[in-house]
């Protein structure tokens, strides 16, 4: 792979990575709830709270984890595109 190949590799890792964070902690915040209910022994339920620094720490560390898995995804994807065009021509 030539430099100019590699740069524009980069480029494409690092944009796809910060999108998907992005999209991915956004969607978190909309969907993910910070009060849970919980059932006790007694077969009641009762609200728990998660406190802030730990929803969005959570949010945060899912976020990445899932960043993760679509930059993987697009690794392979670029890789199997260089290999069909390496067998093509």
Do not use: H, W
Not at 80 to 88: D, E, F, H
């Amino acid at each position: 792979m030539d430099r100019m190949g590699e740069i524009e590799l980069e480029k494409s890792i690092i944009k796809v990575f910060t999108y998907s964070f992005i999209v991915c902690f956004l969607t978190l915040l909309l969907i993910r709830e910070r009060v849970e209910n919980v059932q006790d022994t007694n077969g009641f339920y009762s609200p728990v709270v998660t406190p802030y620094a730990d929803y969005f720490l959570n949010i945060f560390r899912d976020s990445i984890k899932a960043s993760i898995v679509v930059l993987i995804i697009f690794l392979i994807y670029k890789l199997v595109k260089k290999k069909l065009r390496n067998n093509v021509v």
